[in-house]
């Protein structure tokens, strides 16, 4: 079966403009996560979502950072007005809740970098 | 205090030799999973192996096992007879039993094999 999916895989933009990066989970995994992961880090959890909503948005960073989930699968993670700082690489999960393990499967990534 | 400490930011091991890295963690919650993942150049994140604190045994996963000695709180990450493709970071995490999806993650092990 297919795997998490995750576009663009890169995206180059100005400061100042708004990006969206899309999240396609493993079908049938009602939890996806959004996490970033600056260049050399570890990973920082951003969002996470149950079903279509976001019991937990504590790791947004800033306001300018929005994410929606429509029909329990594809997620959009929104940055408006970006800033250099926002550059990183945006890691997308899933896991199938209720399976005991909840083992977090990750998509590819998009690569962002703000100019 | 850092819930996941990985002590090594980095190691050298020669071609078919079996590698250990260490993940040790922190929790007063009697029931929470340890897991490891892979994330090569190429950025992707791979699951590789998953412990359950009430599992009697050692996880194992074809070339991966993992020395879990729960007194001593840790988690290392075996990699018997290790191949140039085992080459990457490696990232200890931890789902504690109260949060069904929040992952702690480690700050990682670079992984280089020699040939």
């Known amino acids: 079966g297919a795997g998490v999916s995750q576009s663009p895989s890169n995206k180059v933009t100005e400061k100042g403009k708004d990006v969206e990066l899309r999240c396609d989970p493993i079908s049938g995994h009602t939890a996806l996560y959004w996490y970033r992961q600056s260049l050399g880090q570890g990973l920082e959890f951003l969002i996470y979502f149950q079903g279509n909503s976001a019991p937990d948005k504590s790791g947004l960073p800033s306001d300018r950072f929005s994410a929606e989930r429509t029909g329990g699968s594809v997620s959009t993670l929104t940055i408006q007005r970006t800033q250099q700082e926002d550059s990183a690489v945006y890691l997308c999960?899933?896991?199938?809740?209720?399976?005991?393990?909840?083992?977090?499967?990750f998509g590819p990534g998009t690569r962002l970098l703000v100019l | 205090a850092q819930k996941i400490t990985q002590t090594q930011p980095g190691m050298f091991v020669q071609e078919k030799e079996a590698v250990t890295l260490d993940c040790t963690y922190d929790t007063s919650d009697p029931s929470y999973g340890l897991f490891w993942y892979k994330q090569p150049s190429s950025g992707e994140m791979i699951f590789l192996i998953y412990q359950g604190s009430y599992d009697q045994q050692n996880a194992t996963e074809g070339r991966y096992s993992l020395n879990f000695q729960k007194a001593r709180k840790s988690a290392n990450l075996v990699i018997s007879a290790s191949q140039l493709g085992d080459s990457a970071m490696y990232f200890c995490a931890m789902r504690e039993g109260h949060s069904n999806y929040q992952l702690i993650w480690g700050a990682g092990t670079k992984l280089i094999i020699k040939p």
């Open positions: 999960a899933s896991s199938l809740v209720g399976s005991g393990q909840e083992t977090q499967y």
